[in-house]
């Protein structure tokens, strides 16, 4: 937190993120030095353009000018190399801060981990192997407003805790997100049916989000496109800013919305344009690079759900051995509000 706070970050203000959206802002308004360092980051950015990076469309979520300069800086003073193109890598994130709740304290529609889930009068519960699936959150997208979704409506996430599967495609009924784009006043509350203990349902809690600043870990696909790589030296000094920036680690549950994975394995862009487009060791070269260099622009992080296992302090989920669940949409997928096209990665140590 303090390192956001040094950057020129408002990381506590309310979460309206839209806000965010970036401005032109008057070269006058800029400090000598921040104004330099903006200029540096586009310089390097151009070079690594030449170098054939192709920049990520992302949506609206990226930083003012004057707040990637302030992030190059830090980097810069942890002594990492290409500090002004790694800046330009920064989003914002919605962190999502859990607190256990009455249900009956909830009003309709507003979001939520865990409980139960406010659904249309007519609603089909969705099931995996003739078992419920576990409802995991609701999330109300006029109280989130975050650049690239839908302005209202809500978001409904469900999974099969039984059978904690790796890896969910489109289609697969072991994961459903639903996306409600109905008024508030024909929800209803739903019971959640019953499961197997082990299964849930889980501890209601309120949610609370504040906005973040993420930088890919190392590793991320959109580092390895821009040809970017740092020394073990370098790369702990990275790491360090980009725990600071995003508060990953205070404290170590990191729940949020856009930006960023936080990764416990592999990089998993790649992996999911590999299963998206059925390609094998078989495809010719030329078709596969192609296909995974697009990864980069292709695949958004829509939700990160962490291991939140203390039920006197949030809903008591555990993936695997202490792991994250990963929901992956494709960026024509969320502009299109095709949230049934959702993937999800199950990730553990």
Excluded at 87 to 92: D, I
Excluded at 164 to 181: E, I, K, M, Q, W
């Amino acid at each position: 937190m303090q390192l956001a706070r040094t950057c020129g970050i408002d990381a506590g203000r309310a979460p309206d993120i839209a806000r965010t959206t970036p401005q032109k802002t008057r070269p006058s308004t800029l400090a000598p030095p921040v104004k330099r360092a903006a200029r540096h980051a586009r310089t390097a950015l151009c070079a690594a353009k030449e170098r054939g990076y192709s920049p990520v469309r992302r949506m609206g979520n990226t930083l003012h000018s004057n707040e990637i300069a302030n992030v190059a800086r830090a980097l810069k003073e942890e002594g990492v190399s290409n500090a002004h193109v790694l800046a330009t890598f920064a989003e914002r994130a919605l962190r999502i801060a859990a607190t256990p709740a009455d249900l009956a304290t909830l009003p309709i529609g507003a979001s939520r981990f865990g409980g139960a889930p406010d659904v249309p009068a007519i609603f089909v519960w969705p099931t995996c192997a003739g078992r419920p699936l576990t409802f995991l959150a609701q999330l109300d997208l006029s109280e989130v407003n975050a650049p690239g979704l839908p302005p209202r409506g809500f978001l409904l996430f469900f999974y099969d805790v039984i059978e904690l599967p790796f890896d969910v495609a489109p289609g697969d009924p072991a994961a459903s997100v639903l996306f409600l784009d109905v008024d508030r006043s024909t929800l209803v509350r739903r019971a959640h049916p019953p499961i197997d203990p082990e299964g849930g349902p889980f501890a209601g809690c309120r949610l609370a989000f504040r906005p973040v600043v993420d930088l890919p870990t190392i590793g991320d696909a959109v580092l390895e496109a821009a040809g970017i790589a740092l020394d073990e030296r370098e790369y702990e000094a990275y790491e360090k800013v980009a725990v600071s920036l995003s508060e990953v680690e205070t404290p170590n549950r990191y729940h949020h919305l856009l930006g960023y994975p936080q990764t416990m394995q592999s990089e998993m862009r790649t992996a999911l344009q590999s299963a998206a487009n059925g390609i094998s060791s078989e495809d010719a070269r030329a078709r596969r690079d192609a296909l995974l260099r697009d990864a980069v622009a292709e695949w958004q992080l829509l939700l990160q759900i962490d291991t939140d296992d203390d039920e006197e302090d949030g809903p008591g989920w555990m993936w695997g051995g202490c792991g994250r669940l990963y929901f992956w949409i494709r960026t024509s997928d969320l502009e299109a509000r095709a949230f049934d096209q959702v993937w999800v990665i199950l990730q553990c140590t």
